[in-house]
């Protein structure tokens, strides 16, 4: 059995280098519990998008501003445990982070496992 540690992330048809602890959240449908004076009520449901957050490490291949620029690419988050989740049209967010620790960002689309 193999248990996941590692994320390999793919967009545009090229492979990235990242950090250990890229993390991957598929969206859909979220529940929000709602408390009224009586205690808890139910769920309230609303659609979040799907999001991926890691580190690209900051070689000197790899460009800042492209990375800001991804929009609608197809991207791959690839589990060293052999589960695999892709989307066709993830977009980045935030503007990425860039530091000594490598290239911060986000990206949201529709992630599907396949």
Known sequence: MAIHGRAYITI???RYNTKEGATIK??????TPVVGDGGYAGLQYQNEAGQVDCTFI???DVSVSAIQKIKNANMSFD??????FVSSDASNGPVPEFSKDGIKTTFYG???EV
């Not at 598929?26 to 529940?31: S, T, V």
């Not at 589990?79 to 695999?84: I, L, Q, V």
């Open 79 to 84: 589990s060293d445990n052999g589960r695999s």
């Open 26 to 31: 598929l969206g859909g449908e979220a529940g």
């Open 110 to 112: 529709n992630f599907k």
């Open 12 to 14: 545009g048809g090229r």
């Open 58 to 60: 900051a070689s000197d």
